[in-house]
């Protein structure tokens, strides 16, 4: 039960109360310094922030100790407030907070930050952090550490579908480790919670199996006697409601709306500071804020442990990308039974082939349902943790539906392995919806996303094996269909076990001399038919297969322009993939050279993926035809 075991006494009631006083007094100074910020609702939620960060298993001296307590605040822009608590706690220093909060070159950012000692998630996107503190229960089962979560919420961002999904998912899961507290003051940024979009808090946790706790949010011993209630009962994890007033401490501000997110001015500052009781120094403070240099902070990451891989396999015939995957994971499971690894899917068992994984480690498979967000931001938040974390799914749920959660988990630092599958035309039959045509486009806007997109079954074996055991966040994509092995002019397998993958590295499959073609994915063996057609006639031309589409090595491209003619070939909108990104670099490098783009230019209808590719003008023969046009 850690530090909330026995009763509160009347002097570390005092003790708290004074530093409210003085928080509430950082949170105005800093505020008001910056000009931005928001300090109404830092206000309302900093009694819960002392009670927490003084009694949970978190301190200055362990805020990395993997057996620590979490405590995630998911309405980030209280940010004034849990940095005045951590700061009076003497996690960092705290005129440091004051001076440099939302400034350039210091670490205090307007939103919560990860990179802070006692801050477990970087937040502001509301509606995310419950299911990043479901991520942290999860390892703290997965890695035998029985440490408690604590998840700070607003009331606004209740109405977020993915709050419903995370409430779900940690009764599911038993997580009986997470308490949830929600500063409950009525108002958001538009108005009162009420008007803006009812939701009755109460009964939606109610119905998702969750004990409920209704207290004040300015009374210390409340909040404590709930937070030990909720840490006795092992059986059960509690939502506590809690009241609060927005502004509270200052007669003006109190109730206010407007304090939401607006700082007050300086003359307004000084009334409060008199009201509050604390030193007015604001002359003092601005005059150091340009004058003063900032430490570099920097949490310590845990990384995944490395796993036992075995033999790869190797494929003679015709298959799905997608077995290889699920042979890998089932191989996975056999060779690493005590490993902290898990893996998530979302209704698709099959599809994804997690299924193999699941029959081997059910305690370590995590069916989440249709409930994408949700799982992107858990399965981000375990893989923080050390926890070997993979998620299968199709690319327009893994990828398109879930890019906000995506870019948090990239600003997070997580290490996040996605299977993404039915990417392209390739889908077939499924139709427009399910076609997932973007996901280079979009993928290349996360700076910390590497995106590889194999060429035949066996590069996939590599592929995969190849990012379990790498730090960092990772999309392998395949299509929905079989596809052919790719092999060397001498019909030897080219994905052979002598070959190793590079990040980066591009294949050449098929040499020539008087164009180059670059490719991926399933239009690679597309491309090998090309090659056979027009060497024939005399024209040859170079066949690259590019697997990481983001990260290109350029050398190759300055060599492929030495023929005169590029051409990139993607089962891919063409303004935004491989074609783009090579567009790019023949730019940025000078090179003289043709480039002409073959890909996706509308959407696509319902059918075979042969007949989609022949009716966009996207299979073998047709290229063959576009080619000759061009020479």
């Not at 499971?333 to 480690?361: G, M, W, Y």
Request: charged content about 25%; glycine content about 8%; some cysteine.
């Amino acid at each position: 039960m850690g530090t909330f075991d026995k009763e509160l006494s009347i002097q570390e009631i005092k003790r708290l109360e004074e530093l409210a006083r003085l928080c509430r007094g950082d949170i105005l100074k800093m505020t008001t310094i910056a000009g931005s910020g928001h300090p109404g609702g830092s206000m309302s939620s900093i009694d819960i922030y002392l009670t927490l960060y003084s009694f949970a298993n978190i301190s200055p001296e362990n805020y990395d100790d993997p057996a620590r307590d979490r405590i995630v605040i998911s309405h980030g822009h209280t940010s004034p407030g849990l940095y005045s608590c951590l700061a009076r706690l003497k996690f960092f220093d705290l005129e440091e907070l004051l001076v440099g909060f939302r400034k350039i070159d210091s670490p205090y950012e307007g939103h919560i930050e990860r990179e802070l000692p006692g801050v477990e998630w970087s937040t502001g996107n509301l509606g995310q952090g419950l299911s990043a503190g479901c991520g942290f229960a999860l390892s703290s089962r997965l890695n035998n550490l029985p440490y408690n979560v604590f998840v700070v919420m607003s009331d606004a961002e209740q109405a977020k579908g993915q709050v419903a999904e995370a409430r779900r998912f940690a009764t599911k899961f038993n997580l009986n480790n997470i308490t949830v507290i929600i500063d409950y003051n009525h108002l958001q940024i538009s108005g009162r919670v009420e008007q803006i979009m009812p939701v009755n808090i109460k009964d939606d946790y109610l119905a998702d199996g969750w004990k409920v706790l209704e207290i004040s949010g300015h009374d210390f011993s409340e909040i404590y006697d709930a937070l030990r209630k909720a840490l006795a009962d092992n059986d059960h994890h509690y939502v506590i409601i809690a009241e609060t007033i927005m502004g509270k401490g200052v007669s003006f501000m109190e109730g206010e709306r407007k304090y939401h997110g607006k700082p007050l001015k300086v003359d307004e500052c000084r009334k409060a500071l008199k009201e509050l009781g604390v030193e007015d120094n604001l002359d003092q403070l601005f005059a150091l804020r340009d004058k003063k240099r900032f430490k570099k902070l920097k949490k310590k990451r845990i990384l995944p442990p490395n796993i036992k891989l075995g033999e790869i396999p190797i494929y003679t015939d015709t298959i799905h990308p997608r077995n290889v995957f699920g042979d890998i994971l089932e191989g996975v499971a056999q060779l690493n039974p005590s490993v902290p690894i898990a893996v998530f899917d979302c209704d698709l068992t099959e599809s994804v082939r997690t299924h193999k994984f699941a029959k081997i480690l059910p305690s370590r498979f995590f069916e989440t349902g249709v409930s994408e967000h949700n799982t992107a931001t858990v399965a981000g938040a375990l893989s923080v943790n050390g926890v070997i974390t993979i998620w299968g799914d199709f690319g327009v749920f893994g990828i398109d539906e879930v890019y906000n959660q995506l870019r948090l988990n990239d600003i997070n630092h997580t290490n996040l392995k996605i299977f993404a599958t039915h990417l392209g035309l390739n889908v077939g039959p499924d139709g427009k919806t399910h076609h997932c045509i973007d996901y280079i486009g979009i993928l290349r806007n996360l700076f910390g996303f590497k995106l590889i997109i194999p060429g035949d079954p066996n590069q996939v074996g590599h592929i995969v094996r190849y990012i379990l055991n790498q730090p960092g966040n990772f999309v392998v994509g395949v299509g929905r269909t079989k596809l052919p092995i790719i092999k060397t002019e001498d019909n030897k397998i080219f994905f052979d076990r002598s070959y190793q993958f590079e990040y980066g590295k591009v294949d050449l499959v098929r040499p020539g001399k008087d164009m180059a073609i670059f490719t991926l994915g399933p239009m690679l063996n597309q491309a090998v038919k090309v090659w056979e057609e027009l060497s024939r006639g005399g024209v040859v031309p170079q066949i690259y297969n590019v697997s990481a589409p983001l990260d290109i090595d350029k050398e190759c491209i300055i060599e492929a322009s030495k023929t005169g003619l590029i051409i990139t070939y993607e089962d891919h909108i063409i303004e935004s993939g491989l074609g783009s990104i090579i567009a790019q670099i023949i730019a940025e490098e000078g090179l003289n050279t043709r480039l002409f783009k073959i890909g996706i230019s509308e959407y696509g209808g319902s059918d075979k993926p042969d007949d989609l590719y022949k009716t966009y003008s996207l299979d073998a023969e047709s290229v063959v035809k576009i080619i000759k046009s061009l020479l």
